[in-house]
């Protein structure tokens, strides 16, 4: 089986055009380093900006999901 041409892959990042059927192995390190990455104080800083930005500019998507994911009582997310 030939790989997609790859129009936008550097090391470690993967493009719009990668495909990740052809590269499970890449893909699972990629997905693991952001999550790795996610859980450190920077990462969660960085989720953080992107809850209150999402907030800001798209409450409707907000509420939607909150409609479509409610919270159990006690499993809310911290501040």
Known sequence: MQ???VLS???NLLGVVDDVRT???EFAKVAQNIGN???TEDGKVILRNIKILRE???PETVVK???AFP???GK???R
Do not use: D, I, Y
Request: hydrophobic share 30%; aromatic share 4%; glycine share 8%.
């Open 3 to 5: 790989r997609p041409a």
């Open 23 to 25: 590269m499970p192995g």
């Open 65 to 67: 999901r909150q409609a």
């Open 56 to 58: 800001r500019f798209e």
């Open 76 to 78: 809310g997310m911290r």
């Open 9 to 11: 892959r550097h090391e």
């Open 71 to 73: 919270l159990s009582p």
């Open 37 to 39: 990455e996610l859980q």
